[in-house]
């Protein structure tokens, strides 16, 4: 199959995922990582689900540290169309970069953007959704595809949606992008009706984004394009470029300006940001084991468990406990507790100890 003409996937390849460890580390971040037990990293997953959709349209964008390994998982992907940014400095210049380097190639594309780290099972509603998305697009529309939201939560942000439009059946306008709420204000957020989870997907031509970049930040868009026209020149120009996400530097002055629409779409969504995530994608009831079952033993207990650290882990009277055994780290928490494993590693980072982070 062809897929959706002239349709091109981005797919930003970053982060550690902090809140994963001693899973996810700055050497094994979390996208190249299998964490659901289904055999694929979840960039292989990501890209899978893609493919019917732009059949070879696919553009990675990861860091430099990282492009062997991304290179290695994706043998079907023309290393030409891996792109290793040479440091971190946010979405933006991710995004930005990989619009800019397919502007030059097929100036009238339109551009998805999907994380390389999130989970989607209702394959079928991804695809219409972003068939939607695509159609508004084509319209110079800045298009973010939204999560039903199911339930008040504080761990994304959201979008605020507006009349429908007349033109696109199932995309309405975007009010606001807001930030994460407090759970009184996800509450109301859910009660309401009114809002959606950000899931940071964005359709969009390229001309269209660099452009609405350029409008607050012009000198950011013009070396966009120039790293494009001289990829030679990355190593020069990606050090000045500003550290900043697509949603502060496009998409909500965008939405100020009344360009953006969403796509809302219950998807099946989760972008396991800690093992509280984690433990749902898995599924099931008692202990979840994402691994070798035999390594674990569990007596009246309830939680997920990851075994890698060559050794038994066995429970006994413990409820939505987290237990991760590796070889050199051993993290015991609750599901309740887990965005705060962050914490840990910042700590280690302050301390030296690199070699764990």
Same mark, same amino acid.
């Given at each position: ?7 091109? !996937?981005?797919?930003? !390849? ?15 971040? =979390? ?5 659901? &037990?289904?055999?694929r ?7 899978h ?8 349209? #696919? ?6 540290a990282?492009r062997?390994?991304?290179v ?5 992907v023309? %290393? ?6 040479p440091?971190?400095?946010?979405s933006? !210049? ?7 380097? #397919? ?5 009238d ?10 989970? #989607?099972?209702h ?13 508004a ?36 306008a975007v009010?606001?992008?807001?930030? =994460? ?5 996800? /509450? ?17 031509? %390229? ?10 930040? %012009?000198?950011?868009?013009?070396s966009?394009?120039?790293? *494009? ?5 990355i ?21 100020? !300006?009344g ?23 898995? &599924? ?13 033993l ?18 006994? &009277? ?19 507790? *887990?965005?705060?494993? =962050? /914490? ?14």
């Amino acid at each position: 199959m062809p897929g959706i003409e002239q349709f091109w !996937a981005v797919v930003p !390849a970053g982060g550690a995922g902090t809140r994963l460890w001693p899973l996810s580390r700055a050497g094994s971040p =979390k996208f190249l990582l299998d964490l659901t &037990g289904g055999g694929r990293s979840l960039l292989q997953e990501t890209v899978h689900r893609l493919r019917p959709l732009v059949d070879d349209r #696919i553009l990675v964008v990861t860091g430099a540290a990282h492009r062997d390994q991304v290179v290695d998982q994706l043998p079907d992907v023309s %290393p030409a169309r891996i792109v290793g940014e040479p440091s971190p400095r946010d979405s933006m !210049a991710a995004i930005g970069l990989a619009a800019a380097l #397919i502007e030059r190639e097929d100036p009238d594309a339109v551009i998805g953007s999907f994380a390389a780290d999130h989970v #989607i099972t209702h394959r079928q509603a991804f695809a219409r959704a972003v068939t939607l998305a695509v159609d508004a697009a084509r319209d110079d529309w800045l298009v973010t595809i939204a999560i039903e939201p199911t339930g008040p939560a504080t761990a994304f942000g959201y979008v605020r949606q507006g009349a429908a439009l007349e033109a696109h059946p199932g995309a309405f306008a975007v009010e606001e992008f807001v930030e =994460k709420p407090s759970l009184d204000v996800a /509450r109301s957020y859910f009660a309401s009706g009114d809002y959606r989870w950000n899931a940071g997907m964005f359709v969009v031509r %390229p001309r269209v984004l660099l452009d609405l970049l350029a409008a607050h930040h %012009p000198d950011f868009a013009a070396s966009l394009r120039a790293v *494009a026209a001289a990829p030679d020149r990355i190593e020069e120009v990606w050090p000045t470029l500003p550290r900043i996400a697509i949603d502060h530097a496009v998409a909500e002055p965008a939405a100020d !300006a009344g360009r953006v629409v969403t796509v809302p779409a219950d998807l099946g969504w989760d972008d396991i940001g800690d093992f509280h995530s984690l433990a749902a994608v898995l &599924g099931g009831e008692g202990v979840r084991v994402l691994g070798d079952a035999e390594q674990v033993l569990a007596e009246g207990s309830t939680g997920v468990v990851v075994p890698r650290g060559g050794r038994l882990v066995a429970l006994v &009277g413990v409820d939505d406990v987290v237990v991760v055994d590796t070889p050199d780290a051993l993290l015991v928490t609750t599901r309740a507790q *887990a965005q705060e494993v =962050k /914490r840990l590693v910042d700590r280690l980072r302050e301390s030296g100890r690199s070699d764990l982070t």
